[in-house]
């Protein structure tokens, strides 16, 4: 599949997984956070510890998505800045992708990364 168009496929298939108030967890679990709205240019979400809600362009994302299919060994938090704790933490609910740990100078590491049928299916052309 094209990677431009398995990206836009991704996206649609993450707003699938959305609805407005869903509670979704960051990438690391420490805090949550609430679905405000979301549509095709975007989601907004807001932190249970902070009063504003932060904006996630549809372009952020496809920038995470495009991460994610660059890195097969995964993406860890800090490679998808800023607010990288909430992106990942809405790709966790994608049926395409699954977190891991690693164990780094002496730290549990978490990545998230494509399942091997999601990128049988980029590499396949499905």
């Known amino acids: ?59 952020a994302m496809l920038n995470v998505i495009e991460k994610l299919m660059a890195h097969e060994d995964g993406v860890r938090q800090k490679m998808v800045d800023p607010d990288s704790r909430l992106k990942l933490g809405l790709f966790l609910l994608h049926p395409w992708t699954e977190k891991m740990e690693r164990h780094e100078d002496g730290r549990r590491r978490p990545y998230l990364l494509l399942t091997d049928e999601a990128r049988q299916q980029l590499s396949s052309g499905e």
Request: charged fraction near 35%; aromatic fraction near 12%.
């Open 1 to 59: 599949m094209d990677r431009q168009l398995f990206a836009e496929k991704m996206w649609k298939s993450l707003l699938d997984e959305l609805y407005e108030g869903k509670i979704v967890p960051t990438f690391k679990g420490r805090e949550t956070f609430r679905v405000l709205s979301f549509s095709d240019e975007g989601i907004i979400v807001r932190l249970t510890s902070k009063e504003k809600g932060v904006f996630l362009s549809k372009k």
